[in-house]
């Protein structure tokens, strides 16, 4: 089911904590949820990995549950409970059958405040989060990306793993777990949701019972949040035990709360997105067989943002494939034809489209866009701003990717 703008309500609760209510009638499934703006990136150096290993362990009891009442909450009545960490955002949810809203509400709202974080409960997550981490060195076409950004955002918050390290696991104790929920999880910088088919004033007045109540920070902890510095492009390679190479090419885009970024975005998907006709896939599979797969996209956080391309390859073929790369991105502006502008920007949102029947990520992005712009960009927006950037909005971005950073994993 498409949503439409119509759909959507936004409140406040006595607190402080906004609401959002996306009205999905005739559906037999609800989302509920809070999203926090605290991530990875509100971590001090001593602390990299706490806001995920809070995130983690946020379900290991509270003042009134242990942990098996918890993961039974929802999971007895065939709902799910669910939680990830962004490097700015932490965010709780559950999808459940219609008419567990309260069970839900209730669940979430006794974690966000009561949970203490059992120390014994937090010597077993932790090998957990343990495992998580040393995962990445398997799977290196994900692992290149955080070593990217490490190495753009040096010398800044953004820069480090949201998983932090295991040297950095062995000191998060209740204790800290605590003051990091105490410091960041405030009122104020939360947005509850709700999609499903319940009426507005029902899930505001429910939200309010078990959201408005919740004993959180009234004041919001002052994020040093300072944009990264620009570094000079730069040229790396790594030695890894794979049979693949794995390369990493991108540049510094604006955020998502940019009107600029639009023109990144839609960059990004006629370089590389989803769709088999990409100019990437088209160049390094489709005609030359060298790739499984080219990607391209953007990053997008508050301040500032990455666009990047990514493909993995045969060691011998890795500098051809960078060549292809660079030769599709030079001739954009020679290609980009007002026929060929035409026709990516129906297929771009055709697919926005299609994205939009997807629930799930839809709640979360609506809440998400609540959380940091107060409304929620509506399908009109974004078509008015796709239907007017024109060939040299695209290709001025395009002109950064022609001195890229990069970096390759490839074979020791």
């Known amino acids: 089911m498409s949503i439409k703008r119509s759909h959507i309500e936004l409140s406040q609760l006595s607190n402080g904590m906004r609401a959002i209510h996306i009205h999905c009638p005739g559906t037999a499934v609800a989302y509920c949820g809070v999203i926090v703006k605290v991530g990875s990136r509100n971590e001090s150096a001593d602390e990299y990995g706490l806001a995920h290993f809070v995130e983690h362990t946020i379900f290991k009891g509270t003042h009134c549950r242990r942990s098996n009442h ?9 709902g799910e409970l669910n939680a990830y960490t962004t490097k700015e955002e932490t965010v709780v949810y559950s999808v459940f059958p219609n008419g567990n809203l309260t069970r839900a509400a209730e669940l979430i709202a006794d974690l966000l405040s009561n949970s203490c974080f059992p120390d014994s409960e937090l ?43 295991v040297k950095s696991l062995a000191a998060f104790d209740s204790e800290a777990c605590r003051n990091f929920v105490g410091r960041y999880y405030c009122a104020s910088d939360m ?3 709700y999609s499903g088919s319940r009426p507005s004033r029902s899930v505001f007045a429910t939200f309010e019972r078990y959201f408005g109540q919740c004993s959180l920070r009234q004041t919001p902890q002052i994020k040093d949040t300072v944009i990264p510095a620009m570094t000079e492009p730069f040229n790396r390679c790594n030695r890894i035990h ?6 990493v090419s991108g540049v510094r885009i604006p955020g998502f709360l940019d009107d600029e970024r639009y023109a990144a975005v839609f960059l990004a998907n006629l370089l590389g997105g989803s769709g088999m006709n990409s100019l990437l896939n088209v160049e390094l599979r489709e005609r030359r067989g060298l790739v499984y797969s080219a990607d391209a996209s953007t990053s997008l956080y508050s301040d500032c943002g990455l666009l990047t391309i990514y493909f993995g390859c045969d060691p011998h073929d890795s500098e051809r494939c960078r060549e292809i790369v660079g030769r599709t991105v030079s001739r ?3 290609t980009l034809t007002p026929t060929k502008l035409a026709a990516a920007k129906k297929q771009y949102l055709g697919q926005t489209v ?23 960009i509506s399908p009109s927006e974004t078509e008015s701003a796709i239907l007017t950037l024109t060939a ?3 290709i001025s971005v395009a002109e ?3 001195s890229p950073s990069t970096l390759m994993f490839s074979p020791a």
């Open 332 to 334: 954009l502006a020679d």
């Open 242 to 247: 794979s049979h693949q190479t794995h390369c």
């Open 392 to 394: 040299d909005d695209i």
């Open 400 to 402: 950064r990717l022609k």
């Open 70 to 78: 918890i993961i039974n909450r929802m999971e007895s009545i065939g």
């Open 123 to 165: 010597d077993k997550e932790r090998d957990v989060v343990a495992d998580e981490i040393e995962s990445y060195l398997d799977t290196p076409a994900e692992a290149v990306y955080d070593d990217f950004e490490d190495l753009i955002f040096a010398g800044s918050a953004l820069g480090h793993n949201i998983l932090g390290s």
């Open 191 to 193: 947005v509850a949701f």
């Open 354 to 376: 299609v994205a939009s029947d997807n629930r799930e990520n839809y709640t979360l992005s609506a809440a998400r866009s609540v959380l940091w712009r107060d409304r929620v």
